[in-house]
């Protein structure tokens, strides 16, 4: 089944300790996001990658790490949380600039 | 700045009527739009997409009417159905397609 898969689906954590969200798709996609969802303000772009070893920054990237060594990964690392990044992280990838995204079942991370 | 804007943050409507949801953009450089439908605890699912040479497209109950001068898209889903029941979430991109900006999502209820 072609899908987008994220770990782990809940996580608690305190602030500082760094922490790495996991994501993986098997449908051979070019193109990688990580998108945060806050109530009111929808899907925040945070970071996004063009292919293997090529990254930008998207709206909100402060406080986030990514890295793409392999076109099936794209980790989210967060290597000194905060509480203002409690929040619901979604991954995702699409083929090519012409269609949207598959989205990730989402990860809900709190950090106190 | 949110260049994506879904102004209501819910709908209410009847088994069999028609549901429409509205999402004004910003941007004049969008060009490409798209509508996903979030299901709680899953992430966001790809419903219809339309590219700024068209003004209409169609997929089954799922129409999306596009206006470019008055920047404003409309989604129309026509007979609504309890299992259309979501959050709805408006997405833009421009030519070089390397972000995608969403709203802040409409959460639609449709009653039996």
């Known amino acids: 089944e072609a899908q987008v898969t994220q770990n782990p689906r809940y996580l608690i954590t305190v602030t500082g300790k760094k922490l790495t969200v996991t994501c993986s798709q098997n449908m051979n996609h070019e193109y990688m996001s990580w998108y945060r969802q806050d109530p009111g303000l929808g899907l925040r772009q945070i970071y996004y990658s063009m292919n293997v070893e090529v990254t930008d920054k998207g709206d909100v990237p402060e406080g986030y790490k990514v890295s793409r060594k392999e076109k099936r990964n794209f980790p989210l690392i967060l290597e000194s949380p905060s509480p203002n990044q409690t929040s619901l992280y979604f991954c995702a990838s699409r083929a090519n600039l012409d269609y949207g995204y598959t989205f990730g079942s989402g990860t809900r991370l709190t950090v106190v | 700045d949110q260049q994506v804007k879904q102004n209501s943050p819910s709908l209410s409507v009847q088994e069999g009527r028609i549901s429409i949801l509205n999402c004004d953009y910003t941007n004049s450089m969008f060009d490409y739009f798209l509508w996903y439908k979030k299901y709680p605890a899953e992430g966001p699912t790809f419903l219809i997409s339309?590219?700024?040479?068209?003004d209409k497209n169609e997929d089954g109950r799922f129409t999306v009417f596009l206006n470019k001068s008055a920047k404003h898209l409309s989604l129309h889903i026509v007979p609504s159905q309890p299992g259309d029941s979501a959050v709805y979430f408006c997405?833009?991109?421009?030519?070089?397609?390397?972000?995608?900006?969403f709203g802040a999502g409409t959460r639609l209820t449709v009653k039996p």
């Open positions: 339309i590219s700024s040479i068209k």
């Open positions: 997405a833009a991109s421009a030519w070089s397609r390397r972000d995608m900006r």
